[in-house]
């Protein structure tokens, strides 16, 4: 008597194998690169001259080709950088050099005391390392940072970063926005 063999009926494992795929692919998240988010100017017409602004409401950041750092025509260091933006964009002591202030009233906030068309101007050098444009970008966006978490601890006894209320998130924006001005890069020199 010949023994017959068993085999496993195979035809439904593709179905098996195709359903499988189709549920990684579906329920798999892919990883994208966001960049750093800068809102830009639009672009002057021919005929339209740049704003004119005043030489104090500016806070100039140059990085040359060797990773240094010239802040406010003066060497400086990336250790330093938040706290001097910082200052510069509140200006605690209302100095005649850092921006004029003005009392700005916000719904949300009430009567806040706001720089007045202060600026961030970072220039960075062809041969900058991208180490560096980083962590001199970092530093800045910190210093955003900070000013908007003290500020919303004041009003709303919450970190910004911890805010719900999308009214409360756009007026600590409004009074403290993200001035930072790029220039495109180019060869400032190498000292």
């Known amino acids: 008597m010949a023994r017959s063999t068993q085999e496993?009926?195979?035809?439904?494992?593709?179905?098996?194998?195709?359903?499988?795929?189709i549920f990684f692919l579906v329920t798999t998240t892919m990883d994208v690169d966001t960049g750093i988010s800068r809102k830009l100017p639009p672009p002057l017409t021919g005929d339209e001259e740049p704003p004119d602004i005043n030489e104090r409401n500016i806070f100039t950041v140059l990085v040359n080709s060797r990773d240094r750092l010239l802040v406010e025509g003066e060497p400086g260091d990336i250790r330093f950088l938040r706290e001097r933006a910082k200052e510069f964009m509140s200006n605690p002591q209302n100095r005649e050099n850092l921006p004029e202030m003005t009392i700005k009233n916000i719904p949300e906030l009430g009567n806040v005391r706001v720089p007045k068309n202060a600026v961030i101007s970072l220039k960075n050098d062809r041969g900058t390392s991208y180490k560096m444009y980083i962590a001199v970008q970092n530093e800045l966006a910190a210093a955003i940072d900070e000013l908007r978490n003290e500020l919303s601890l004041e009003?709303?006894?919450?970190?910004?970063d911890d805010l719900i209320n999308e009214a409360q998130i756009e007026a600590i924006q409004d009074a403290i926005p993200v001035p930072i001005s790029e220039a495109e890069p180019e060869d400032v020199g190498g000292n």
């Open 8 to 21: 496993i009926n195979a035809g439904s494992m593709a179905d098996i194998a195709f359903l499988l795929l």
């Open 155 to 160: 009003k709303f006894g919450k970190r910004y």
